[in-house]
Structure formats: C-alpha cells, structure tokens
C-alpha cells in the first residue's frame, strides 16, 4: 500500500505487518516507524504538511518539522505561531539580528541583510500579520490561513538555505 510515511515524510510501498479489517498496521521500509490506515482510508500519523527544505539548521529544521506536522493534524493556529517564530530563527541566523527583539526588527533586520527584497516585502508582511493573529488574538486560524503562512515560509527558507547549496560544485 503507498503512503506518504507521517514519521519520515517519505512516499513509500508500505509493508503490512497486520491487519484486522479494517485497520492495517503498516511499517514505513524508509524509516521502520510505524502507521496505521483506518476504515476511511486515512493513514495516521498523517504526513507533514509542506516539504522537506535542504541545508536547515537544526534549530530551524526542528522549528519546521514542528509547524509541519502541526498544521498537519489540524492544529492551524499552533502551525502559525511556529512559522512566526521560524523567521525569528531565520533572522538570528542569517541577519545578525539579537535574540529577544521585537518581532517587527526582526524582519526589518531580513529586509536589511537583503534576504526579504522589496517584491517579497508584501508577502513577507502578510506572513507577519497572521503570526501576529495566530499569536494575539482570539480567532483561531483556518486551515487556508495556515497553508497559506505554511507555503509563503516554506519558499522563504527554500530561498535562504537550499537554493544557495545549488549554485556549489
């Protein structure tokens, strides 16, 4: 049976270990971790949402994985404040920005190191918003709400640590 492992993110021909119908126990030949599909066909651990980044740093590909796996099993409003602080992470790594500042400096400390350009700037803002939403007020966030904060990080860290490996032999 194909899955997406929810352990490792990986697509794979998952082995049947057992079954008893309708659950199946099924064990990723990736990682060896373990899933389970349901009468309904969902498979959980469900799989993290967006993808896999190259060249993270630790603390950033934890802080990923996290808001990943959130978003994930419907935890929207977590998946946002996780992605908020993604950039936090971000700006003290490659930005020189200090820990414990304001999050606006933050992005201005991106924006300044010319990480954030001025065409990346609105979708940069519209990223801050809905961290500051997801963190300080009452509504929780949706499903699209997060995704959309999911993919607008997910091509800022592909922008900062994968694609500059691809320009090295």
């Not at 971790?33 to 959980?44: A, E, F, L, P």
């Not at 300044?112 to 940069?124: D, F």
């Not at 959309?148 to 320009?167: C, D, H, V």
């Amino acid at each position: 049976m194909v899955i997406t492992c929810g352990n490792c993110g990986v697509r794979v021909e998952a082995v049947t270990k057992a079954q008893t119908p309708p659950i199946f126990w099924l064990q990723c030949p990736s990682c060896g971790d373990g899933s389970v599909r349901v009468k309904s066909g969902v498979v959980y651990p469900p799989a993290p949402a967006g993808g896999t980044i190259k060249n993270l740093p630790d603390d950033v590909a934890k802080a990923w994985r996290e808001a990943r796996t959130a978003h994930a099993v419907a935890a929207y409003t977590a998946a946002e404040m996780m992605l908020r602080k993604i950039l936090m992470h971000v700006a003290v790594d490659v930005a020189g920005s200090k820990s414990g500042e304001q999050f606006l400096s933050y992005v201005d400390d991106l924006e300044g190191a010319g990480y954030i350009t001025p065409g990346l700037k609105p979708v940069i803002d519209k990223l801050r918003r809905r961290g500051n939403i997801a963190n300080h007020e009452l509504p929780a966030s949706t499903e699209d709400d997060s995704l959309t904060t999911l993919t607008i990080t997910e091509y800022l860290l592909r922008g900062i640590y994968e694609m500059p490996g691809l320009a090295t032999p």
